[in-house]
């Protein structure tokens, strides 16, 4: 996890505990050194962030209570709809972003009181969904290719053509086109320049080229 990755986490951490965490936590929690765990807490006092010490029993650090950010509402319904949509697109191998995809589905989830969370359980297994699955695809392809994508950030593929040759390319993704039964990548090949496709079950081995 990149440090600015890790700023934010901690940040969300914080805010979604009732009691103050301590240095030695979030050093566990994010598997850092103690050290690097104050430095990040100075980093977010740095950043205006309202980051307050507390003392004794539950104590820690945790932000002010007077900090917090917009609810987000959601009623059983639009829950059910948001995850059993979620989950069939996961399920179906149809979007490659599968950890970024239970993430949010997990917030869903939590931004539900008792009583919603109670009747979404009820509603959920009346939902059903039919389809092909895509390809199944490596998951350390997935990682890279998403990271790719959102940090707008160039790919070394190795990948396997349809005469089972396997070449090595440099490419940008442009477009990721997810259907039923395949996911392809729109990307611009850097070393050829120019445009191509790229079946995303065919990447043998991807890696975010450092800049």
């Avoid at 989830?109 to 969370?117: V, Y």
């Avoid at 959102?150 to 490419?171: D, H, M, S, V």
């Amino acid at each position: 996890m990149k440090r600015t990755e890790r700023l934010f986490a901690i940040a969300e951490y914080l805010r979604g505990r009732r009691t103050g965490a301590t240095a030695e936590a979030i050093a566990e929690r994010f598997g850092v050194t103690i050290r690097t765990a104050y430095r990040d807490l100075a980093s977010l006092r740095d950043a205006d962030l309202p980051l307050v010490a507390e003392r004794g029993r539950g104590g820690g650090y945790a932000l002010d209570k007077s900090y917090s950010l917009p609810p987000v509402n959601f009623n059983a319904r639009e829950a059910a709809v948001l995850i059993s949509a979620g989950q069939f697109l996961s399920e179906m191998r149809i979007i490659p972003f599968a950890a970024t995809l239970a993430s949010a589905i997990d917030k869903v989830r939590a931004a539900l009181d008792r009583s919603a969370q109670r009747e979404l359980q009820n509603r959920l297994h009346e939902l059903a969904y039919v389809g092909v699955p895509a390809r199944p695809t490596r998951e350390d392809v997935r990682r890279a290719v998403e990271q790719a994508w959102f940090e707008r950030r160039a790919l070394e593929i190795r990948y396997r053509g349809a005469n089972e040759i396997t070449t090595t390319r440099r490419i940008r993704l442009e477009r990721i086109v997810m259907d039923r039964a395949e996911i392809r990548l729109n990307a611009l090949d850097l070393d050829k320049n120019e445009k191509r496709q790229f079946a995303l079950d065919r990447v043998e081995h991807a890696a975010v080229i450092e800049t």
